[in-house]
């Protein structure tokens, strides 16, 4: 077994492949003109089962399609040297919200990243917290593994709300099959009921409106919980929204942090006594001045090492 990264997700991987008691295996990437690069592994990988390790958020460094030709082309190159196996550790899949037409002629651009996955080799691609289950699992031919978050933010969770009274929400409509499976979560982990509750959410030309919510939150502790945090509208209206229901604490879990510099608002409004999101996408540096002071980052790399482990010892 071997794992590789891309310098853009080294530091995750790095925090993978220590949980699993080993190192990332070597490789070389260089730059050239143009903006075209290479990247090559510097050990032989031929018969062997290769995990590569690469969150596909663009950031300052590279871009989510400079992300997403680095791990295609590197793929393409570990195939051509003779790797049995090679699978896509993509904790934050690019593209995975554009999933279906909206207006006409629309692309559906998950279904086109599958196909490119799958034309350069990728036997396998294991991601985190899809926005839309079904739309991914039917965009792939190849195998695939959707992992949860609720497994990493449960405990610290459970331990925050402690005998309070409690009630996970959904911030709209569309996400309540997920906030269900993190209410069983947690249900089991406290060992006594947990209330579900979701809001009302209505999307025109961008704007969003709608502050109704379905669910006695009056003197409760609220878990909202969705798939990512990106400008914060959503989870801030929700926050709100819960505050103005009675709610004793408002707690926020969100996998991936994909924060543009309007989430802030949520921070500094004070809106939410905690947040709570995975290392999937490295944290914008104009936020850690948020950490331990309502932003606290759990981390999936435990998560990911159980499970490149349980697909390694059940290789085909």
């Not at 004070?270 to 999101?277: G, I, Q, R, S, W």
Request: proline content about 3%; glycine content about 6%; some cysteine.
């Amino acid at each position: 077994m071997l794992i590789f990264a891309p310098k853009t997700s080294s530091s995750l991987a790095g925090r993978v492949a220590a949980a699993l008691g080993t190192v990332l295996a070597p490789s070389e990437e260089r730059e050239f003109e143009g903006g075209e690069h290479k990247m090559r592994p510097l050990v032989d990988v031929c018969n062997e089962d290769v995990y590569v390790v690469q969150d596909l958020c663009g950031d300052a460094n590279a871009s989510a399609n400079d992300k997403l030709c680095r791990l295609l082309f590197f793929v393409g190159a570990l195939k051509d040297a003779g790797a049995e196996r090679v699978t896509a550790i993509t904790p934050y899949l690019a593209y995975a919200r554009k999933d279906r037409r909206t207006q006409p002629r629309d692309p559906v651009t998950m279904r086109y990243v599958a196909a490119l996955m799958e034309a350069v080799g990728i036997d396998r691609v294991v991601a985190l917290e899809m926005h839309n289950e079904a739309a991914f699992d039917n965009a792939f031919r190849c195998h695939t593994l959707r992992l949860e978050a609720a497994d990493v933010f449960v405990a610290d969770i459970a331990k925050a709300v402690g005998d309070q009274p409690v009630v996970v929400m959904s911030p709209d409509i569309g996400g309540v099959k997920r906030a269900q499976r993190f209410r069983e979560f947690l249900t089991s982990t406290l060992s006594r009921e947990v209330d579900l509750a979701f809001m009302e959410k209505r999307r025109t030309k961008g704007v969003v409106s709608g502050a109704t919510v379905v669910g006695d939150l009056a003197g409760r502790a609220v878990i909202i919980y969705d798939d990512m945090i990106v400008s914060g509208s959503t989870i801030l209206r929700a926050c709100q929204a819960s505050r103005q229901a009675g709610a004793r604490t408002v707690l926020v879990a969100a996998a991936h942090a994909a924060f543009l510099p309007a989430a802030s608002q949520i921070f500094s409004s004070h809106a939410a006594d905690n947040v709570l999101v995975t290392d999937s996408i490295e944290l914008r540096p104009e936020f850690e001045q948020w950490l331990d002071s309502g932003l606290r980052v759990c981390s999936i790399a435990p998560l990911i090492a159980r499970t490149i482990r349980d697909l390694a010892s059940h290789r085909d």
